[in-house]
């Protein structure tokens, strides 16, 4: 026997050692394989914890599938919630078939996403918590010091009965979300759809989202293609309805389309969004919307609130810490009674919000929202109508919005009317509310700055007898009458405010207002019967009556009054003309709403029925009443008052200078007190 001989037959028990031992492991795979390797369930739910740092139950039964690719079957998948909530389960699958191929488990760069061949599950529920500190239930503490991986891509996915409980601290959440879909390549017409009901910032919320596949949506990939996608949502009185596409959900984010939302106030979609809206009118609103990688572009062509129509072009840049809103806001026309309830009342009864009696809102306005986000808005309004009491509208209206650090601005104002102008600024710094070293936090302070110039006032004021009167209504001799009924007063108004004061509501605020504010009458006439009737001279009155009112040209009418604390004082207020001098002394309490105000005329024409006695205005704003003073008190009394305020109106005139214009004068003013003054003498 030679040594080949040899070698063969001391190879030959190691050949077939070898060949059984193998033939053994392929009989054990192929054994394993159709039982399901059911002693790999514990290993496996071992690692998952070990992995997810949470407890893992994977329920039987479990079918482990190795041979051409990867596929387990489970009858459940249960994942813990993390400790400290109170939760039965993160996650709870029931009913679960994956599906892998081996070469896509390995990527080629440790950045990109694993791939998923299939994913199904008959039923998948999950609770979604997070606290007021924002930890949540969905972070998962992973032992993995390399870059993490993007979302992975699932190529089939299908979900029979989905449900999620969410409670979420940081908005106030309470929602219940149910969600179906059955997407992927195999598929010509993939759908998803999610419903959202529960409670969103204290206010009942719905919703309902359907799109062609949730896979699409999840990419992280913004070359994706956009999905079509179309949803709803009531929000407590909002309904929005969205129609567009949604990609690289992700990713970036992205989001492209138009939204149709209507509701009671657009401070509702303010507390959705958690931005900073004021209360207003019912509104309906267009807008198409695009969002980027931190930035919305929102473009409204139209926007209905109440009876105005307004419209804008805005970027709202969510990147800084405190989000930045830009753009212009334009329209047509703007009725200043649908922002009624932006100072505590409603466009259908201002009053509706005061206590009994009065007639300012009480309510306290919410300036919490200001530090939600900072603004920077140019204004440009066609027309503004200031309420029924105005006859012209203000047009048009340009002003620069701001709000920066919790301080609204409206400045840089420059409107017209009735052939002249009106300019000014307002500002309301209402602090941070956050800062807990301030408890209460002080009260928000107002800055009012605003000034008339040559407004003539019987254009802008319905101040004729006629303004007041229905259509149709006119008597057949007025409808006959070529001359219009002249006007109470006439002339241009100029006039200029600066108030300053601190509340958290229009009312409160009014009490506190400090400050000056002055008022004069140029060119300007004033009704003959009106002038006889605060003179009470009987005879006179009558006879105007009788041959027609004729207006009297007001020689001098300027007002001067200091505000403290809430109460108008006059410095000096006159109306002087040819045949009556007219004084007002007293006060106007805003705080209280209380009229306390005399109105002394001095006749300088001889009537044999002339009561010399001043009249009263006295009592609340919403009823005041009109008495005679029970003392009658001479005209040389009324005289010797009116000199008195020559100092006054000295100091007032310059006051009426609007700062862009030449100091203000009036030789009529100065003529009167002359008069006065030798009269005096």
């Known amino acids: 026997m030679n040594d080949t001989e040899i070698t063969t037959k001391k190879s030959a028990p190691i050949t077939r050692w070898l060949v059984g031992t193998l033939l053994a492991l392929v009989l054990a795979v192929i054994v394993c394989e159709i039982a399901g390797w059911p002693f790999l369930r514990q290993p496996l739910q071992q690692l998952l914890q070990d992995k997810l740092h949470r407890s893992v139950e994977i329920e039987r039964p479990f079918r482990l599938q190795l041979l051409g690719g990867i596929r387990l079957q489970v009858g459940g998948l249960k994942l813990a919630a993390p400790e400290g909530f109170d939760a039965p389960y993160f996650v709870d ?41 924002r930890h949540a239930s969905w972070e998962f503490e992973l032992d993995d010091s390399g870059p993490p991986r993007p979302f992975p ?79 709803w949502l009531k929000y407590g009185a909002v309904n929005a309805q969205f129609r567009g596409a949604v990609y690289d959900l992700f990713g970036t984010q992205r989001v492209k389309g138009n939204v149709e939302v209507k509701g009671a106030s657009l401070a509702d979609v303010g507390d959705l969004l958690d931005l900073t809206f004021p209360r207003t009118a019912s509104f309906k609103v267009s807008a198409d919307i695009e969002k980027g990688i931190d930035q919305w572009q929102v473009n409204i062509p139209s926007a209905h609130i109440g009876h105005s129509r307004l419209s804008g072009q805005f970027v709202y840049d969510f990147a800084p810490e405190t989000p930045m809103l830009r753009g212009k806001l334009q329209g047509s026309l703007l009725m200043l009674a649908d922002l ?47 309420g029924h009491a105005f006859k012209q509208r203000i047009s048009p209206l340009k002003l620069r919005l701001t709000l920066i650090k919790h301080k609204l601005s409206l400045a ?36 009012i700055q605003l000034a008339v110039r040559d407004i003539r006032l019987e254009q802008w004021l319905k101040v004729t007898p006629a303004d007041n009167k229905a259509p149709g209504k006119q008597p057949p001799s007025a409808k006959q009458s070529s001359s219009p009924s002249p006007a109470y007063i006439s002339g241009k108004l ?45 005879a ?36 002087d003309t040819p045949v009556t001098t007219v004084n007002i002394l007293g006060d106007i309490n805003l705080g209280q709403e209380q009229l306390n105000l005399k109105l002394q005329a001095s006749p300088k024409n001889f009537s044999p029925l002339t009561v010399r006695s001043p009249i009263l205005v006295t009592g609340p704003f919403v009823d005041p009443k009109v008495s005679l003073s029970p003392g009658p008190i001479a005209a040389r009394v009324a005289g010797g008052v009116l000199l008195a305020l020559i100092n006054p109106f ?8 609007p700062g862009s214009t030449p100091e203000v004068t009036d030789a009529g003013c100065e003529q009167t007190l002359q008069q006065l003054k030798a009269r005096k003498h």
């Open 650 to 657: 000295a100091a007032i005139l310059p006051f009426l200078d």
């Open 340 to 386: 009624a309830p932006a100072f505590g009342a409603t466009q259908d009864n201002p009053a509706a919000k005061t206590h009994p009696g009065k007639l300012f809102p009480d309510e306290s306005l919410d300036f919490t929202t200001y530090g939600r986000m900072n603004a920077d808005i140019d204004v440009h309004l066609d027309a503004v109508d200031l």
């Open 153 to 231: 891509l699932i190529e089939q996915l299908a979900v029979n009965q989905g449900q999620a409980k969410v409670a979420d601290a940081v908005t106030n959440a309470q929602l219940a979300v149910t969600f179906f879909t059955e997407e992927g390549e195999h598929l010509a017409t993939p759908e998803s759809r999610v419903k959202v009901n529960g409670q969103f910032r204290k206010l009942p919320i719905q919703g309902e989202l359907v799109t062609q596949g949730f896979l699409p949506v999840a990419t992280q990939d913004s070359k994706s293609p956009p999905i079509n996608s179309q949803g």
């Open 540 to 575: 006179q009155a009558v006879g105007v009556l009788i041959k027609g009112d004729q207006p009297l040209p007001m020689q001098c009418a300027a007002m001067g009054w200091h505000a403290k604390q809430g109460v108008l004082t006059p410095e000096a207020a006159i109306i």
């Open 494 to 538: 100029n006039g200029k405010a600066k108030l300053q004061g601190r509340g958290r509501s229009t009312a409160a605020l009014l009490k506190s207002l400090d400050g000056q504010l002055a008022l004069m009458v140029r060119q300007g006439e004033i009704s003959h019967l009106v002038v006889e009737a605060a003179g009470l001279d009987i």
């Open 93 to 133: 699958a029931h009913g679960l078939d994956l599906a892998l191929r081996y070469r896509d488990l390995w990527s080629p760069k440790e950045t990109d996403p694993y791939r998923i061949e299939a994913i199904r599950a008959d039923q998948l529920n999950a609770y979604l918590l997070r606290r007021a500190d």
């Open 412 to 447: 840089e104002l420059e409107a017209s009317t009735a052939q002249g102008t009106l300019t000014g600024a307002l500002s309301i710094d209402a602090h941070d509310s956050s800062n807990a070293d301030l408890s209460p936090p002080p009260a928000p302070e107002w800055d």
